[in-house]
């Protein structure tokens, strides 16, 4: 063995160190998750993707380094790896289904709905939240993992793998468009905009 090689763990210790390192931040892990795919059920399946990939890979893990920023690392390329997969795969449509459910008797008269509504009825709720989710990827990605997780620009570089500079300018550009998306809501609420 190399220096600087970890050993195997042994099964019980692969447990110990799942339980101790990796779990205390599921919660995390859901939250980024979900920011990223805004889909609850998404963000459950990526999360679990994430802990099946980090015991699996668990030997490459040294045990007493920063777990979170592991984790999130197998997240994010978890969370691109099925991007590019799904983004490439045309839409399917199951016809038979669809037949099946204009054909039933319990189909209501009314099963077409009004897209301005169903559109302004997701519009509602919180500002922030809408305008944060409203950015590009990698820009709400960096807000995410400063802003709200708390990361260093260090480990955020490792996460992304990009250089640190990428990420100082990623995030800079992203407070800016965050800000922008921002102003009315703040003016709204009272706040005076210090541009004019």
């Not at 480990?155 to 990623?170: C, F, H, N, Q, Y």
Request: hydrophobic share 35%.
């Amino acid at each position: 063995m190399s220096v600087g090689e970890s050993m195997p763990y042994k099964s019980k210790d692969k447990q110990r160190v799942f339980n101790k390192e990796f779990m205390p931040h599921i919660d995390a892990m859901y939250n980024f998750a979900y920011r990223l795919t805004l889909d609850e059920d998404d963000a459950k399946d990526l999360v679990q993707e994430t802990y099946l990939k980090a015991f699996r890979f668990i030997n490459s893990f040294e045990e007493g380094t920063n777990a979170k920023a592991w984790l999130f690392r197998i997240l994010k390329n978890s969370f691109i790896n099925n991007y590019r997969k799904v983004s490439k795969q045309p839409n399917k449509v199951d016809y038979q289904e669809v037949e099946s459910y204009y054909n039933s008797e319990s189909v209501d008269e009314k099963i077409t709905t009004d897209l301005r509504v169903e559109t302004v009825q997701h519009m509602i709720g919180d500002e922030i939240t809408n305008a944060l989710n409203s950015l590009d990827i990698d820009f709400r990605t960096v807000i995410i993992l400063c802003d709200l997780e708390g990361f260093t620009y260090e480990e955020m570089a490792k996460i992304l793998d990009i250089p640190i500079g990428t990420v100082r300018s990623r995030l800079h550009r992203a407070r800016n468009l965050l800000k922008e998306k921002l102003v009315n809501y703040a003016t709204s609420m009272g706040y005076k905009d210090k541009r004019k």
